[in-house]
């Protein structure tokens, strides 16, 4: 009998059934850790430097970009802005070889060294560990016997991406570029295959893969933005070798429950969409740029990455990039309109990815991004109340009542608002989106007589379809159990959109802080804007 053959065959079958098996998500991390020193958040700034070409490169989001160091003794020296605790850096070494010490200071007086590694042209990642350290400045040297290229310099350690929200344009024209995978535009991986080598929870921290020698094609990462984005070029760092770099977005990606109720990603997916964005490093570079023919408008976004060769360590970061029109961050403000009463608007960014998804105005193109922007909108825990004040009253004061009180979370908003004479009329509002991409609105209004204690509630229902067709269906009930009346009102146009968002930005022109001379989003009046407290 002829076994071996017969043993071949299983064996590849098994190996062919093992690649294509499903894939299992990778639990949502609420927070992540950002770069000292990039991105809209930091502070860092150069102080000084010696030996290094294109230095400004080294704060730069844009993790393709590089900068050059000779042979000999070199320095970098980073002022974070202010004392920040630190615990971790690293920086992706393209040639150059050598000792590399990290050390840290308070004051430029004294400093202490936070480790010391020495490494090799071969090392791809250069990376420092160590006690968590309070520091204002850092400084990095370098004592090279061969010269090179350094990209991608990070510290990591206290910051994280929790208490901060990114706000797009409509278009996603407006505002400064910014990567949102490896800054604050909320991006989770929600899928990873082949397994990381270098732990799953550390290559989903960082956004750092080292993917193992396997038998796959392709070395594929998932991420979940948590709302709709607006991106415009993507980028890869990468192992040293030839690479074919794609890029895939889904409207809605299509999971589905395994047996045990964990949500899985089927890998032939891939088989039914054409790729975004694709670019080649035909060189082996260790880098890429790849730019879509127009802006990709997504929730989902996949980065694959095809070795011209099975590596037995294939290390890859990558990146989407987009503009960024303003940075929302927890915040009190008070304005002053125009008929003289005060608003106290507090904005309390939620802690899930995405979050701040209620205050993008990315609109949705198609059913899918509906439902992805739904989803998002309803599980977006950013909360914004606004408290205004009559005319005459001061809001600072603890013992000063609101005439009308109103707080948004994610897709509803409730509104109390007490009248001259007494009446109060509470308003509430929610909205849903189906799997057809229709969204119904929903609002109860209850209006209570301050006379006779008797509360009329009206409920008006308003479905939208993708096409913007509206269907409004309207309930009014008197008292317990009294008189009700019905309307039906069909066939009305609405803009369906459902990013818009009305919630102020406590920011103001993209700053983290309030700004004096805002402008009322709801009217064409100038308001005076006294900022109230600031958590950054």
């Known amino acids: ?109 004294g400093w202490a060294v936070l480790e010391e590694k020495v490494f090799s042209a071969a090392d791809r990642t250069v990376e420092f560990k160590f006690a968590g350290m309070q520091a204002k400045f850092v400084k990095l040297e370098l004592a090279l016997s061969k010269g090179g290229i350094i990209r991608t310099l990070q510290f990591f350690g206290a910051a994280t991406d929790k208490g901060y929200a990114v706000k797009q344009s409509a278009d996603g024209k407006s505002g400064k570029p910014a990567d949102l995978i490896n800054g604050l535009g909320g991006a989770r991986v929600v899928y990873a295959a082949p397994k990381p080598a270098n732990g799953l929870d550390t290559a989903i921290t960082y956004n750092k893969f080292a993917f193992p020698e396997s038998d796959e094609k392709y070395r594929t ?200 004479d007494g009446t109060v009329v509470t308003t509430s509002s929610s909205t849903t989106t189906d799997d057809s991409g229709n969204t119904t609105t929903t609002t109860i209004t209850e209006t209570k007589d301050p006379q006779t204690g008797e509360t009329t509630t009206a409920v008006t229902q308003t479905t939208t379809d993708p096409e913007g067709n509206t269907t409004t269906t309207e309930n009014t009930n008197t008292g317990a159990g009294g008189n009700n009346s019905q309307t039906s009102t069909t066939g009305t146009n609405g803009d369906g959109n459902l990013a818009g968002g009305s919630s102020p930005s406590p920011g103001g022109n993209g700053s983290l802080s309030a700004n004096a001379g805002n402008t009322n989003s709801t009217g064409a009046n100038t308001n005076t804007i006294t900022p109230v407290a600031t958590s950054p």
């Not at 017969?6 to 770069?35: D, M, Y």
């Not at 630190?86 to 070494?93: G, P």
């Not at 694959?304 to 961050?329: H, K, L, Y």
């Not at 739904?374 to 205004?388: H, I």
Request: hydrophobic fraction near 35%; charge should be negative; proline fraction near 6%.
């Open 1 to 109: 009998m002829k076994l071996a053959p017969t043993i071949v065959l299983l064996g590849s079958l098994l190996t062919a059934g093992s690649i294509q098996a499903k894939w299992s998500r990778i639990p949502i991390i609420k927070e992540k850790p950002v770069n000292t020193i990039t991105g809209p958040a930091s502070n860092a700034s150069l102080d000084s430097s010696s030996g290094f070409g294109h230095v400004d490169s080294i704060f730069s989001s844009d993790i393709t970009a590089s900068s050059t160091v000779s042979a000999g003794k070199s320095f970098v020296l980073i002022n974070l802005g202010k004392p920040v605790l630190i615990s971790s850096s690293s920086f992706v070494n393209d040639g150059i070889e050598g000792r590399a010490t990290l050390s840290a200071s308070a004051d430029k007086s």
């Open 221 to 420: 990462i998932i991420y979940d933005f948590g709302q709709l984005r607006i991106l415009n070029e993507f980028a890869s760092v990468h192992s040293p070798r030839p690479v074919r770099f794609e890029v895939f977005a889904f409207d809605n990606l299509p999971e589905k429950e395994d047996w045990r109720g964990r949500m899985t990603f089927d890998p032939s997916d891939f088989g039914n969409l054409s790729p975004v964005a694709v670019a080649e490093d035909t060189r082996g570079t260790g880098s890429l740029k790849a730019k879509p023919a127009k802006s990709v408008k997504t929730r989902y976004l996949a980065l694959r990455w095809e070795p011209e060769f099975n590596p037995p360590d294939f290390q890859c970061t990558g990146s989407a990039g987009g503009n960024v029109m303003n940075i929302v961050t927890t915040n009190t403000v008070i304005v002053t309109n125009a008929d003289g009463t005060k608003s106290v608007i507090t904005v309390t960014v939620g802690d899930a990815h995405g979050a701040g998804a209620a205050t993008s105005d990315v609109k949705p193109d198609n059913a899918g991004q509906m439902v992805a922007q739904g989803d998002a909108r309803s599980s977006d825990t950013t909360v914004v109340t606004t408290s205004t004040y009559a005319q005459g009253v001061d809001p600072t004061d603890p013992n000063s009542v609101p005439i009308s009180t109103t707080t948004t979370t994610g897709t509803s908003t409730v509104t109390v608002t007490t009248q001259s």
